[in-house]
């Protein structure tokens, strides 16, 4: 009963700029974790950055210093803003989180069906 939907990516030259959205709905108590993966096509997903819902961000060594996690609890979104892109970024990009569900109110993660983001040379 709940889903999360990406949106922000697409194309984009070798040293752009993105900013990758995602918004869950559905029967939502309340939003714990939340955060952004990716994965490449024969690659493994991998962390990129997550937050906790007061704030705190931890962000992958392959992104730090090019990307931000930020969050908009009244919205239930959660965004990555993405610097100085390089081919080696291009991936479908997931946001995830960590929902207590109405009305059970258990925690389960979720995850969005992804947006593709491609970086040219």
């Known amino acids: 009963q709940v889903q999360l939907v990406e949106s922000g990516g697409g194309l984009v030259q070798a040293g752009g700029s993105l900013r990758l959205s995602c918004a869950a709905s559905?029967?939502?108590?309340?939003?714990?974790?939340m955060g952004w993966y990716r994965q490449a096509p024969g690659k493994q997903r991998e962390l990129v950055a997550a937050?906790?819902?007061?704030?705190?961000?931890h962000y992958a060594d392959s992104l730090k210093g090019r990307s931000t996690i930020s969050r908009d609890n009244a919205k239930n979104a959660v965004y990555l803003q993405m610097n100085s892109l390089k081919p080696e970024d291009t991936a479908v990009y997931h946001c995830?989180?960590?929902?207590?569900?109405?009305?059970?109110?258990?925690?389960?993660?979720?995850w969005g069906q992804g947006t593709q983001v491609t970086v040219s040379s």
């Open positions: 995830n989180a960590e929902i207590l569900v109405a009305p059970t109110r258990f925690y389960q993660t979720y």
């Open positions: 937050i906790t819902r007061g704030g705190s961000t």
């Open positions: 559905g029967s939502i108590f309340s939003i714990n974790g």
